[in-house]
Every structure is written in structure tokens, then in C-alpha cells.
DNA sequence: TAGAGCCTGGACAACGTTGTCAGATGCGGG
DNA sequence: CCCGCATCTGACAACGTTGTCCAGGCTCTA
């Protein structure tokens, strides 16, 4: 008797395998495989027997098993830096989308900006045995995922490329998209520009920051030490970082905010400060055509960017696209009013 | 030759398996399980060998496999209605720090709001054997559950209670939050108060049209059927509806808008008709006090609701809790400004 | 030096599924 | 009545790992 109770009892609490169905049905394990599988060859009324045991037990089929046996996972990890930000909410749920459509789970991993969050989440990524990954790189050498491509990982990158390997990337045209914003300011008069961005480590940011320069360049202004303010992230420094740049003896009379984080500190900073500032910032923002003024952007589809990625990967899982490819989506200039204030006298 | 070849060829590529490192170092299988899992009694001799073959043929740990044989796969579902809300990026993100802190991954799916596609998402988590679920429940009737949760899936769910079953629940304190925001608006001296919410089916709504017939109630308000505006929830309708409550012979001279949505498209509206109305929302917005007048609003912490969960689901999988309990955490009413306008003459 | 006890290493089964293959069954025709 | 064929069914191995258990070699003590 307890013999019986014990044999039923698994690590999964208790629950039925095909194994336990078949014997209730009476019939072989292959063939309730072949049931929960529509397979052909398997009467109708054997189907029933087996159907009736699989409701009266409540057996699910252990998708752990079946994954070790046929090697596919039918599922995707796509590490980003902070699911909170609301510009990688819209990117995670295109990719999302997309996996879906193709039968695919989606793993989800933040890896907090920080290069070895990230290797550690991939790797344990690759240890699930993914089918394939998005990845937002926070690092800068991914050689250790060599092995893992080679083995079979279909791997794209996004928003950033991948540091000394060779893979596919998708990024929104970040030098493009500032030097468009840049040039918007200057066309409105201004010569004294401020540039507050990231790390120039993230591509993206560098990439910004080169755009600014250009465009400075190209209108034959030269730019001042203290107009560019690099590395600034979190609101505290970037409000200081602002309020450096606007209280200067020259103060500029515009600024380039680098992302979305900075782009709402900085109206915030000008908000307080009474004094128009004009303003382009770099991503969209919600909202940001109800404030007064409102905010001219440098906007990049978020959600655009996901859903290439992933269709790339699925079309890496399909079979072809050996050659890795750099694809680079465009960014659009929204002028809301705050790009075209004219610099103060 | 071709032998040998095809011997080291697997399902997953060719990925060197667990066999693979112990012929190369020359030890048996479970040695080389021994050192991968760090467990005791190998000599650092034989380790060294063991580490030396795993890095020269690349191995890394198969986690289908191990699940197979452990029973716990060390990740868990979250299930939510749209992962590109702003609402939903930071609980999710909750959700995976506390999951990360047990060493466990993240699963995320959107729902859609579709009851269907929810249980379709859970039981393929399930399907997977996640070791336990967070749920945002799309829909009302999570009978489906009963067998998972009797077989060990520890399933807490978040901002909605389950529909007939009794399960772990953590709540914003909608009722509360909605009472206390119209009746701001009544202590400053309104009346004809709007409510534009959800469709009464998702609980949240319908409780915080309860909380805003209650405060009317106790204000010894009779509210018009022109005041209530329910289900709407594309920005499209809201927009009708809150035009339609404005521009009735009797306006109302207050709105309260049922969710961040709500209370973005009514911002705009507001904005466009000129005329002053007074507003509170559920859910805080950013940037909502930048805006002119600032939003006034009853706001939920979306972080503290999915932290809340996840350590529950945690404690459940630690072994007490028997008990479902349903734990509700306060809300707060931030006033910003376009809740304390008066009524407009 | 023999025996006890400890430490290291390996053979083997098991996890729950799917693929292979061969056996059983039923049916029609010679 | 038996043979051949098609259809349906089930036994068995394999996926890559971990848990159990035992063998062999070593040290230490009497």
C-alpha cells in the first residue's frame, strides 16, 4: 500500500507521467506519446481510452524531458540592461511577439549595465540550452560566446554590437539621429550646444557624441570643454552636469540630451530654471508633446528594433544567413517646440 | 573515422558532453560531475585534468538534463498583461531581482488581456515545469490551475485576485485609493465628478469604481448615468468619452481617470479644450509634474507589488505557507496640482 | 604486517520523453 | 483455410545529467 503511494510520488510533487497513463488506459507508453503528440496511426478508440486517463489523472506532458530528447527548447533569452526602462519595455515585448509566433518561449534577464551580469546571465542562458538569444551588450568582449555559436546558438545583438566577435547586430542610426538634432539646433541659431550623455564605452552613446561633434564640425563651430558632460547617468550628476553647462560665464543656450533618462532630467533642470533653454533629446518620451514647450526628440522605434532582431534570429534557426550583417534602422526628428526655441540674447 | 566524427556530433550542434570531458581527462562521468558541482573528493590533481579537458572542448553543463534529474528547473513564469505598460516594466523587474537572489531565471509572457491566451501561457510554463508563477490575471476562472498548484507549482498572483480558486494574491488597494482620490476632488468642492475606468470585469476597475460610488455616497452625491464611462480603454474612446462628459449641458467639472492610460488621453484632452478640469489619476505617470498643472494622482508601487509577490512565491517554494492569504498594499495620493482646482463656475 | 577505516573514483540506474523497429492483429483474396 | 499486406501497438534504447553504491588503494594503528 504504501508501496503503491510511494511508486506514484515523483520529484515533481506527484505528478503523472505517460508512463501512469498508459498503465490506466491499459495501453504502451509509445502510444500515449502518440496521443499527446497527434501523431497518426492510433484508433479513435484507443485515443479516447487514452484521452479519458489524461483528464482523469491530470498528466501534463514534461516539456524538461522532451527537450532533452529532441535538443530544441522552443524558447529565446533576451538580456537587456533594465526591463524598468520604458524604452526596453516595447522592445521586450516585440521580441516577444515574435517568438510567440514562432512557438517560443521568452526568458528575460537584466543585466544591470554591468559586463559580468551579463556573461553570467547568457551562460546560464546558454546552460538552458536557448535556442537563441537577443542580447543588449553591456560589455565589450564577447569572445566567450564564441563557443556557444559555434555550437549552434543563433545570436543577435541589439541597440549595441558585439565586442570582437562577428555577429548580427540591429541598431537605430545613433550618429545619424544626433547629427540630425544637432544640425536642428544650430539651423535655429545656436552655436553654444551642450552634449550630456553616457559612458562613451556604450556604442550608443559614443556614437551620439560623434554625431554631435560632426555636426558642430560641419557647421564650423568648435566645441568647448565644458559643453560636453560624458558618463553622467544618474539624475543627481546630470542635473549638475546641466546646471554647470546653463550657469557658465558663456552659457550654452541649448542642449542635446544623449537618452531618455537625461533628456527628463534636463527639462526638469530648465523647468526650475525659469530661463528658455532649447532642448533635443535623444529617444522618445511619453508626453512629451503636453509639456510647454514641448519636447523636440530624436526618436527611435523601439519596438521595431526588437521585432527585426528577432525575426533575424528565427530566420539564423530557419537555416540560412550564414554572414553575420549590420542592419541600422532610422531615427525620426519629432520637433515639438523645444528644439526650436532661439538661443537667448 | 567518419565513427569517431559522428560520435561527437550531437542534437545541439556538437556540443562536448559531460562523456565527452571524461574520455578526454581520462576519469569516469561522475568525476567530471563531481568538479562541475563542486563537490567534495576529487584530488586536485584529478580536478585539474577535469578543469583542462572542459575548457579545451568548450563544455558547458546541460540544465535540460539536470532539471530532468533534479526536478527543480530553478526558473519561474511571470504572466502579465502587456510587458510594454509602463506599469508592468518595473514589476517585472522586481519579479527578476528576487528571482536572480534564488538563483533562478525569468520566463515572461503578455497575456494580452485575453483570458484564452493566458492559459495557454501558463500551462505552457507549466508545460516547462517552472517552479512557480506569478500571475497577472487576464482572466476570471483559474480552475485550470487546481492540478498544478495540488502537483507543487507555487503560483502567487499580483494585481487582480484569482477567478475560483484560492491562491496567494498582492493588491494595490484599488477600492481605497479611488475613494480617497474623489474624495479629494469632493473636499475641493466638486460635485459632478467623471469616472472613466476599465471594463468592470478586471477587478481593478471594478473596485475602483466601487472606492468612486463610495466616496460619492458618503458625500451624499447622486451620481448620473453620463458620468460613468466603463470598458473604454483604447485612447480613442476615452477620448469620446471624456469629450462627451465635458461638453454635456451639465459638464462634469472633475474627472477621475481609472488607470494611467485613462489618464494620459484625458490629460490631452484637457489640454486641448483650454478650460480648466480638474483631475486625479490611478497609477503615477513620469513626468506627470512637469505637466501644467501637475497631475494629481493615486499612485501604486508597481516595484513593491512584484517584489511582494516574488518573495511570497519564494517563501511558498521554501516549504511553509499553506494558507493562501491576500496582502494589500496601501496606495498614496500625490497632489500635483489639477486635482486641487476648483470647480470651474 | 594485518586489519580497520578513510578517501577517491567509477559503474550503473534513473529522471520522462521520443525514435526505431519489430510484433500483433485484422482483413481480404486465392 | 492460409497467406500476404496494411494497420496499429508496444518494447527498448537513447537524450545528458545526478544519486547510489561499491571497489580499490591508501594510511594508520595494534
Known sequence: ??????????????????????????????????????????????????????????????????????????????????????????????????????????????????????????????????????????????????????????????????????ADVVLSDSFGGARDGVAHLIAHGHRRIGFIGDMPRIHTAAERLRGYRTAMEEAGIEVEDGWMSLGVTDPERVRRAAEEMLSAPTPVTAVFAGNNRVTVTVVRVIAERGRPVALVGFDDIELADLLRPGVTVVAQDAAALGRTAAERLFRQLDGGLIVPERIELPTRLIT??????????
Chains 1, 2 share one sequence.
Open 1 to 166: 500500500m504504501a508501496e503503491t503511494a510511494r511508486r506514484t510520488v515523483n520529484r515533481y510533487g506527484n505528478r503523472p507521467t505517460m508512463k501512469d497513463v498508459a498503465a490506466r488506459a491499459g495501453v504502451g507508453l509509445k502510444t500515449v506519446s502518440r496521443v499527446v503528440n497527434g501523431e497518426p496511426g492510433v484508433t479513435p478508440d484507443t485515443e479516447r481510452r487514452v484521452q479519458e486517463a489524461i483528464e482523469a489523472l491530470g498528466f501534463r506532458r514534461n516539456d524538461s524531458a522532451r527537450v532533452l530528447r529532441k535538443g530544441r527548447t522552443a524558447s529565446i533569452g533576451l538580456v537587456l540592461e533594465d526591463l524598468a526602462d520604458p524604452f526596453y519595455g516595447p522592445l521586450s515585448r516585440a521580441v516577444e511577439e515574435v517568438a510567440r509566433a514562432h512557438g517560443a518561449l521568452l526568458i528575460n534577464g537584466s543585466s544591470a549595465e554591468d559586463p559580468e551580469r551579463e556573461q553570467e546571465l547568457v551562460l546560464a542562458l546558454c546552460a538552458r540550452r536557448v535556442d537563441g538569444l537577443v542580447v543588449i551588450p553591456a560589455g565589450d568582449d564577447h569572445r566567450y560566446l564564441e563557443p556557444e555559436m559555434r555550437a549552434g546558438v543563433a545570436t543577435v545583438f541589439v541597440d549595441r554590437p558585439a565586442g570582437r566577435i562577428d
Open 336 to 345: 515639438r517646440g523645444s528644439g526650436e526655441i532661439p538661443p537667448a540674447v
